[in-house]
């Protein structure tokens, strides 16, 4: 389990089934981290490097594949404090960055809608590319976030670029209050 506050960035490079990834944080194999939303487990670490299994259905649902910068996150300890909110680090899917705009000190973002759109509601949780968002406005086709300068400084969301594909894990406690409304059905 995750929270979604990133705790740093690094360089990524897959090749062969493994992610490469320096990290800024210390590490051991058997370890669980979130790379840009994917929870995965460090296999080997050099101190400075870590190695990471990818398997097909992590590569098929992820963007971890074409990744270059990295959001990193370790997994939360029990009694921790949970700043964000609750990340499996179990990934959707991908969706499509598509427009940004600026006001202020705020960065308004455009995500294209993902196919389970019961999943984002406005005043809701969503993670992108692991890190831990409000939703701000749902339109018909897309939705917007609002990203504070720390934010958009301390994680990869900055470097986007319109079509670029960001992970999303849609908030755990929607996913569990639909499958209750579902089974009263």
């Known amino acids: 389990m995750f929270s979604g506050i990133v705790e ?51 590569l098929r649902r992820t963007n971890l594949r074409e990744a270059r910068i990295v959001n990193l996150e370790r997994a939360l300890k029990l009694g921790e404090r949970l700043d964000g909110h609750i990340v499996t680090g179990h990934v959707d899917g991908t969706m499509r960055f598509l427009t940004v705009r600026r006001s202020g000190n705020t960065t308004w973002m455009a995500f294209e809608m993902p196919p389970e759109r019961w999943g984002v509601a406005e005043k809701g949780s969503i993670a992108l590319n692991g890190v831990s968002l409000t939703v701000a406005r749902v339109e018909a086709n897309r939705f917007w976030v609002q990203v504070i300068p720390y934010t958009l400084k301390n994680t990869n969301l900055g470097l986007l670029r319109p079509g670029d594909r960001v992970n999303y894990e849609i908030d755990v406690l929607a996913r569990y209050v639909k499958r209750i409304m579902e089974a009263r059905t």
Do not use: M
């Open 8 to 58: 740093g960035t690094g360089r990524a490079r897959y090749s062969s089934g493994k992610l490469y990834v320096e990290l800024p944080f210390e590490v051991e194999p058997g370890d669980s981290v979130s790379i840009n939303g994917a929870c995965l487990t460090v296999v080997e670490f050099d101190g400075r490097r870590a190695v990471f299994d990818v398997g097909e259905e992590t």
